[in-house]
């Protein structure tokens, strides 16, 4: 038998094995399709915490506190030096300026402010840190090259806040991917194990192969290329799911959240990589279930 004439052959028995026991089947899809749906929701998940993440680190704003003792041509060289190791923009805040707006932000209680008998703030030079600046990890390295800086007395960038917001993020990101793990180990047992059904069903087929002399690649190829077509026909039904999900419900979410990440900040929950990825990964899912169901069956 020619190449060609085995690969026609094995489709065409895949084919015929879907037909012969569709329930089984069916099952088998509706699991990968409810596991890929899920992983595709989690990921855009993902991707739209990543996004809040970065819009409120956007917001972080450097202070940096100088020393009473500083002039004014200090003050500007230092100011110099920070936009030069940074790449952003300071801005000189006064003593008096920088207890004006105190005394603004406190409403009636800044009035208390004007009784003291001297300023207590210190001058200070507000750092406008460009974007690729603003992640937790370079916040931190920034604010530690910035206390070395001869005139700096202290560096405040929120470090707290940072830091937390950097934690959910990788809490958030360990879990998927436990949870992702969980998922997928149990897809590939259920249809491992419903595809195990399909191969009983046809074990009359599959012994008359081998009392023919048809070595276990021959058996198995027809039950894989099965695999390989419910993993795709699973991915295809999670895909449609998210589609409608993203079309009935991400108006909604966009809506819900424009005040955290702005109208440009919302991901779309289908992009083409990510529907690509869930199709590699369907496939994926199918074959390693029949591969497991195939091999469980010829070793008994």
Known sequence: MSALAKAAYFWRSAASGLRHA??????????????????????????MVEGLIGSLGG??????????ELDEEGATVLRERMEATSGGRATLVPPQAALERLSRELGDLGEALAQMPENPLPPSLELEVPQERRTPGALKALAQELRTL????GVD???????????????????????????????????????????????GEIEIQ?????????????????????????????????????????????????????????VALLEP???????????GLGLGGSFIAVGRFLRV
């Open 22 to 47: 569709p329930f089984v089947h069916f099952i088998a899809v509706i699991t990968i399709a409810i596991a890929l749906f899920s992983a595709g929701l989690a990921q855009a998940l993902g991707r």
């Open 59 to 68: 917001e972080v704003q450097v202070t940096v506190y100088l020393s009473p």
């Open 150 to 153: 001869p005139g700096v007395t």
């Open 157 to 203: 960038y929120g470090e707290e806040a940072v830091e937390r917001l950097s934690a959910i993020s990788k809490a958030l990101r360990y879990g998927g991917w436990v949870a992702f793990a969980v998922v997928l180990l149990a897809t590939v047992v259920i249809v491992s194990a419903t595809l195990q059904l399909a191969i009983y069903a046809r074990r």
């Open 210 to 266: 081998k009392l023919v002399g048809a070595t276990d690649r021959f058996v198995k190829a027809p039950f894989l290329i099965e695999g390989l077509l419910q993993g795709l026909l699973g991915a295809m039904v999670a895909l449609a799911g998210l589609l409608t999900f993203d079309r009935l419900v991400g108006p909604g979410l966009a809506s819900l959240f424009s005040f955290l990440v702005g109208s440009g900040g919302m």
């Open 273 to 283: 990589r990510t529907a690509l990825e869930l199709l590699a990964a369907g496939c």
